[in-house]
């Protein structure tokens, strides 16, 4: 049976396989669905440090190939996820994601401060990327300096390993991506939707109240995987792959692209079990293949021209079996 155990810059991960944030609550909702243990890990909902209602309604579209959403980070905020949400995620079986989102550096500074120390978090990731508030205009997401200045200030106040969530609506996201390193990143999770609008001709009405919204779901894998290898090149750090998957396939294509993990978002809201099933569907395309060990898929790609080689961190990956979680800071 091929390993499936991946790293993610300082922790050790049961598989590459990660829920994405927005797609799958905060993570325990899904428990009637999912053997968390076959996961690597948790993506929770973006958690913003006050309460937010959201867009108005029309905020969610299906598209022939994919979904619309002008959700807008509607949450509880800080409070409510310190007090009510995390409680309930400690001694999970798969590593615990936070997903955190602000207007401004010192927001995200705040979050991460309070966040740092709770024991039920692995890691944190920054939503620099959301295209459904500041009327889409992703200042965080497309400015290289702002960047990297917000993964700085929130590297210096926060123990926590940090990933840094990028927006596909830039020009080179590999700048991006370099940015977020030099600020600190231990992982780039690439990628957020893609903006997007749907119309009604009849009606002369958008899909969503906001009129453009993210668009996510089996049409963006190909921009997404495109994305995720532009940043495998740029980065030393680990890549996660984020962008229209819905097989086991699929999530092997970022690996090869250069990806360390994926997330597995839109494909939840009409199969919220289908995740679960990711890691033995992987296993067996894998032993089919013939391969033992994932990590060996990583940055494989072959152009025509060369082999592009991603370096492996030494040894076997096998989670350690303290890991009571299935992931460990090591």
Not at 15 to 41: N, Q
Not at 51 to 62: D, I
Not at 88 to 112: I, Q
Request: hydrophobic share 40%; glycine share 12%; charged share 20%.
């Amino acid at each position: 049976m091929a390993n499936l155990a991946v790293r993610l810059g300082p922790l050790l991960a049961r598989s590459p396989i990660f829920s994405a944030s927005g797609t799958f609550g905060h993570g325990r909702e899904m428990e009637p669905f999912v053997d968390f243990g076959s996961l690597g890990g948790l993506v929770s909902k973006t958690v913003t440090l006050r309460p937010r209602g959201g867009n108005p309604a029309p905020r969610l579209c299906e598209t022939e190939l994919g979904l619309i959403n002008s959700i807008g980070l509607e949450n509880r905020g800080l409070d409510a996820y310190l007090s009510e949400t995390l409680p309930g995620m400690a001694g999970l079986d798969c590593l615990v994601v936070t997903n955190v989102g602000g207007h401004a550096d010192r927001e995200f500074v705040e979050l991460a401060e309070r966040l740092s120390e709770r024991p039920e978090i692995d890691a944190l990731e920054l939503n620099l990327s959301c295209p459904n508030v500041d009327d889409g205009k992703l200042p965080l997401a497309t400015d290289p300096r702002r960047a990297e200045a917000v993964v700085s200030a929130v590297r210096a106040r926060c123990s926590k390993p940090l990933w840094a969530k990028l927006s596909p609506n830039v020009t080179r996201i590999g700048e991006m991506a370099k940015a977020v390193e030099a600020g600190g990143a231990d992982a780039v999770t690439a990628v957020n939707t893609v903006l997007g609008l749907a119309l009604d001709w009849r009606t002369r009405r958008p899909g969503v109240n906001t009129v453009q919204g993210g668009y996510s779901g089996p049409a963006i894998k190909p921009i997404a995987l495109r994305c995720a290898w532009e940043c495998a090149q740029a980065v030393a750090i680990p890549v996660i792959g984020c962008g229209g998957i819905v097989r086991a396939s699929d999530a092997l294509e970022f690996l090869v692209a250069g990806c360390s993990a994926v997330q597995f978002g839109t494909a939840s809201f009409s199969d919220p079990a289908r995740i679960g099933r990711l890691a033995a569907e992987m296993e067996a395309l894998l032993d089919e293949a013939g391969i033992a060990d994932v990590n060996d898929l990583v940055g494989s790609l072959q152009d025509g021209r060369q082999r592009l080689p991603r370096p492996r961190p030494g040894g076997p990956l096998t989670p350690p079996a303290e890991a009571a979680r299935g992931g460990a800071c090591v």
